[in-house]
């Protein structure tokens, strides 16, 4: 049973920064890219910023220089700083993970935490 859950949404004023958290609990050994998706309100779901096994990231041009993600091993943990928000990034958040051969972290997925950018 795999599942991820995440943490760490809420409500930031304009440039301010937040960090969310995804724990994944299962077989993690058959895990390689986690990583986060948005899905803002009548858009699709994007990707936003991937991250491998061997800590190769990738992120959507939108967010680049002001998110970061990163990944700690011993906690099963996947980490989406970031800063310099603005209402563009106000969107649910999603966790996901892929399996070794997947091209995406998207086999698995969390269940969403809100941002919201507003003042």
């Known amino acids: 049973q795999v599942q991820l859950v995440e943490s760490g949404g809420g409500l930031v004023e304009p440039g301010g920064s937040l960090r969310l958290s995804c724990v994944f609990f299962?077989?993690?050994?058959?895990?390689?890219?986690m990583g986060w998706y948005r899905q803002a309100p009548g858009k699709q779901r994007e990707l936003v910023a991937t991250?491998?096994?061997?800590?190769?990231?990738h992120y959507a041009d939108s967010v680049k220089g002001r998110f970061t993600i990163s990944r700690d091993h011993v906690k099963n943990t996947v980490y989406l700083q970031m800063n310099s928000l603005n209402s563009e990034d106000t969107a649910v958040y999603y966790c996901?993970?892929?399996?070794?051969?997947?091209?995406?972290?998207?086999?698995?997925w969390g269940q969403g935490t809100q941002v919201t950018v507003s003042s």
């Open positions: 299962g077989s993690i050994g058959s895990i390689n890219a």
């Open positions: 996901g993970a892929g399996l070794f051969g997947s091209r995406w972290p998207n086999d698995y």
């Open positions: 991250i491998t096994r061997t800590a190769d990231t």
